[in-house]
T-cell receptor, first 116, second 112 residues
Framework: KAGVTQTPRYLIKTRGQQVTLSCSPI?????VSWYQQTPGQGLQFLFE???????NKGNFPGRFSGRQFSNSRSEMNVSTLELGDSALYLC???????????????FGPGTRLTVL | DAKTTQPTSMDCAEGRAANLPCNHS???????VYWYRQIHSQGPQYIIHGLKNNETNEMASLIITEDRKSSTLILPHATLRDTAVYYC?????????????FGTGTRLTIIP
């Protein structure tokens, strides 16, 4: 089975621009979660999508948004980029049922975003 | 989710058992203990999880104290490839909760 894939792997943007990152989960996984990792704040949960609906959200401003498609692929968007948005953005997929949660989440390699 | 406390860093000789402690004194009865690790520049990798019984899989063993206020992850025969940051996480499983709350983790260095 192919693992979680994220595109692009590296991205350089300037302040004020917007960016869209993509995540393809493992086949059969309907849940996709997004995390931001920075040296100062560590790994922080952004949001989770399941069956095209956002099910949980972390403590991030509204500039961070996401969506999930019917094939479970997910995108996250960051608008009006700030220098502090420079980070490794990780997505994780998992198999879970509607009312349950998974035992294991599978992480992708991440997208490294640099904001200049 | 309950907060966890881990040592910042640890060293272990190659071939020896690596024992990584985690304190979670405020854990609730329905919270599980999960361990993930992150090798440099890669996404985190699931290792093991448990509720109150000790657990073992092909990667590691998890020992949870009877009062569940602390746990230890054991890598039985550490190799250089086990050098990574190890995260102990507690979370309520079920009810559609996929959120993982990562702390600062323990940076484990395996010494040749």
């Amino acid at each position: 089975k192919a693992g979680v894939t994220q595109t692009p792997r590296y991205l350089i943007k300037t302040r004020g621009q917007q960016v869209t990152l993509s995540c393809s989960p493992i086949s059969g996984h309907r849940s996709v979660s997004w995390y931001q990792q920075t040296p100062g704040q560590g790994l922080q949960f952004l949001f989770e999508y399941f069956s095209e609906t956002q099910r949980n959200k972390g403590n991030f401003p509204g500039r961070f948004s996401g969506r999930q498609f019917s094939n479970s692929r997910s995108e996250m968007n960051v608008s009006t980029l700030e220098l502090g948005d420079s980070a490794l953005y990780l997505c994780a997929s998992s198999y879970r049922t509607s009312g349950g949660s998974s035992n294991e989440q599978f992480f992708g390699p991440g997208t490294r975003l640099t904001v200049l | 989710d309950a907060k966890t406390t881990q040592p910042t860093s640890m060293d272990c000789a190659e071939g020896r058992a690596a024992n990584l402690p985690c304190n979670h004194s405020t854990i609730s009865g329905n919270e599980y203990v999960y361990w993930y690790r992150q090798i440099h520049s890669q996404g985190p990798q699931y290792i093991i999880h448990g509720l109150k019984n000790n657990e073992t899989n092909e990667m590691a063993s998890l020992i949870i104290t009877e009062d569940r206020k602390s746990s230890t992850l054991i890598l039985p025969h550490a190799t250089l490839r086990d050098t990574a940051v190890y995260y102990c996480i507690v979370r309520v499983a079920g009810f559609g909760n996929e959120k993982l709350t990562f702390g600062t983790g323990t940076r484990l260095t395996i010494i040749p």
